[in-house]
């Protein structure tokens, strides 16, 4: 079955940077668009980022955009998000997410990982 996993969060400081993480497996994620949603605490799941896996072509959500960047690692089955110029309102559970449409629908994708901690202290 498919399964996304995710890694890389973790506690930071306000300017810092993280790379998160999300492992795929269980299909051919070739033809997926591969995003990222992120969800603060009170606040409803609002979308970060995503790509096309074949072509690469990428967008962003106007408050992330300059500063994170989403790529993929076709060896690895990898789709990683790197994380600049943190602000504590970056403060957020990342969830990964696929789904077949582009782009993804703004609640997301059919597939979803557990999620990772991002902590930006001021």
């Known amino acids: 079955q498919v399964q996304l996993v995710e890694s890389g969060g973790g506690l930071v400081q306000a300017g810092g940077s993280l790379r998160l993480s999300c492992a795929a497996s269980?299909?051919?994620?070739?033809?997926?668009?591969m995003g990222w949603f992120r969800q603060a605490p009170g606040k409803e799941r609002e979308f970060v980022s995503a790509i096309k896996w074949r072509s690469g072509v990428s967008y962003y959500a106007d408050s992330v955009k300059g500063r994170f960047t989403i790529s993929r690692d076709n060896a690895k089955n990898t789709v990683y998000l790197q994380m600049n110029s943190l602000k504590p309102e970056d403060t957020a559970v990342y969830y990964c997410?696929?789904?077949?449409?582009?782009?993804?629908?703004?609640?997301?994708?059919?597939?979803w990982g557990q999620g990772t901690q991002v902590t930006v202290s001021a």
């Open positions: 269980g299909r051919t994620f070739s033809a997926y668009t």
């Open positions: 997410t696929a789904d077949i449409k582009f782009p993804l629908s703004p609640g997301g994708g059919d597939y």
